[in-house]
């Protein structure tokens, strides 16, 4: 059998669309009589209604999805928090989806949002994300996509980012200024643009500097934690360790305190450290954690708040641009002030 729909029943029954609709809604405008005979034939059929085909239609299902690589990411949750501020004044329920950093799970779930599931879209891309095509699948079916954080520059849609380049330029000039004479960057292996732009700002500041950049700079890591340990650990025994590290990645921070525990390596005295975090818990570290904090909150609050304009505003149309909102450098005891 085709698939079974309320076309399906109304051909039966020869009857209107709109009557089996109302019927199955138990509408006072349809007799009790007609009801009796379309909820027969439903329940023989096994037809069950898709409680989402409507809201796709009409656009009223007052739900707002929400797509993340991961949640352990402070920075992530915070973004949440923000969300759901905005969401909660207007009335919008929010639905947190994650990808694990796995395109297909992310293709997966904005596939299952062309049903009708959520009015609009707010997601950061996965780790894996090379392209764009299932995104803009889903614009095409008049679902709109904004994202935050994690961007795909081809598609044309706001983007509530902060200032990477600028960050990571200022971070390294604080390490240089600090005393560092060989600052190296702490990565990892990403196709990310925001992993970019940090490694951009950070070059420009040593080129200014006059400080001589090659492929060695860059200690590049994974998601895995004990290859992540030996490679730090590698990189801070050798003969030319670094004096400074920028990390661009939050969780590495933590590997790169464990490593110098192990080693004896003293901070800020031996090595000065500077870390992208919104660890509420950077305070608390020995030595405290100099940061780049990000403004999660505020990019969380303003994508939510650009999305629900889009929503309630006729004829609203998202624009194609990047909203920056900057991030601050918190210096504290693991970098020389």
């Known amino acids: 059998m085709d698939k079974l729909t309320i076309k399906t029943l109304a051909k039966e029954l020869q009857l209107s669309v709109s009557t089996i609709s109302k019927a199955l809604r138990d509408s006072h405008?349809?007799?009790?009589?007609?009801?009796?005979?379309?909820?027969?034939?439903?329940?023989?059929?096994?037809?069950?209604?898709?409680?989402?085909?409507?809201?796709?239609?009409?656009?009223?299902?007052?739900?707002?999805?929400?797509?993340?690589?991961?949640?352990?990411?402070?920075?992530?949750?915070?973004?949440?928090?923000?969300?759901?501020?905005?969401?909660?004044?207007?009335?919008?329920?929010?639905?947190?989806?994650?990808?694990?950093?796995?395109?297909?799970?992310?293709?997966?779930?904005?596939?299952?949002?062309?049903?009708?599931?959520?009015?609009?879209?707010?997601?950061?891309?996965?780790?894996?994300?090379?392209?764009?095509?299932?995104?803009?699948?889903?614009?095409?079916?008049?679902?709109?996509?904004?994202?935050?954080?994690?961007?795909?520059?081809?598609?044309?849609?706001?983007?509530?980012i902060t200032n990477d380049f600028e960050s990571a330029y200022i971070a390294t000039n604080h390490l240089i200024k600090s005393g560092c004479k060989n600052p190296h960057f702490v990565s990892i292996i990403s196709n990310l643009g925001i992993i970019s732009c940090r490694l951009e700002g950070y070059k420009k500041a040593l080129e200014e500097h006059q400080i001589k950049f090659n492929d060695n700079n860059i200690i590049n890591c994974t998601t895995n934690w004990e290859y992540n340990y030996n490679t730090l650990l590698k990189k801070l025994k050798g003969a030319k360790r670094p004096d400074g590290l920028l990390c661009s990645i939050e969780n590495l921070s933590i590997t790169i305190y464990k490593v110098c525990e192990d080693l004896k390596i003293k901070m800020p005295g031996d090595l000065q450290i500077i870390s992208f975090s919104n660890l509420d818990t950077a305070s608390f570290l020995n030595p405290p954690l100099t940061t780049i904090t990000q403004p999660a909150y505020d990019i969380g609050k303003t994508a939510a708040a650009i999305m629900v304009k889009a929503l309630e505003k006729k004829n609203f149309v998202i624009p194609d641009e990047n909203v920056i909102i900057p991030s601050v450098l918190t210096i504290r005891k693991s970098t020389r002030n």
């Open 29 to 160: 405008e349809i007799s009790a009589e007609t009801k009796r005979k379309v909820l027969a034939l439903a329940e023989l059929l096994n037809y069950t209604p898709n409680p989402y085909a409507s809201s796709l239609r009409k656009r009223k299902s007052k739900t707002i999805g929400v797509v993340i690589p991961e949640v352990v990411n402070s920075f992530f949750s915070q973004a949440i928090n923000g969300i759901e501020s905005i969401a909660k004044e207007k009335g919008y329920h929010v639905l947190i989806y994650l990808t694990h950093e796995n395109l297909d799970n992310e293709k997966g779930i904005l596939k299952d949002f062309e049903s009708g599931r959520v009015d609009g879209v707010i997601m950061s891309v996965s780790r894996e994300t090379t392209n764009s095509d299932h995104i803009k699948a889903l614009i095409d079916k008049e679902v709109p996509v904004l994202f935050f954080d994690r961007v795909f520059d081809d598609v044309h849609t706001v983007k509530v």
